[in-house]
């Protein structure tokens, strides 16, 4: 869910929040063939600002943060360690509002 105080504007800030689901794929380690992230739900937020180039153009610049706290297992069966990935996402981009 995003709020967007100047919607319309040619510079539009936004704040949001939400959920996410963390998958982990392709995570392995050499020496441990039983190794083994689980899957998480956690929040996220994010702010950021949509600059208007052009009539239908804009650039955006965005900064999330993402709650992906899980649990790892290094042997089947074995015991499970807290894992807090918490990533803080940065991004740029460019979209064409139709």
Sequence with gaps: MKYHPL???SISPYIGVGLNY?????SKVESTPDFKID????????AGVDVK??????????YKYINADTEIRLAAGGTKYKLDLNPHLFGIGVGYRF
């Design 53 to 62: 180039i052009k009539d239908n153009l804009y650039c955006n610049l965005d």
């Design 22 to 26: 963390t998958i982990p794929f392709k």
């Design 39 to 46: 899957n998480s739900f956690g929040w996220a937020a994010q």
């Design 7 to 9: 919607a319309g504007g």
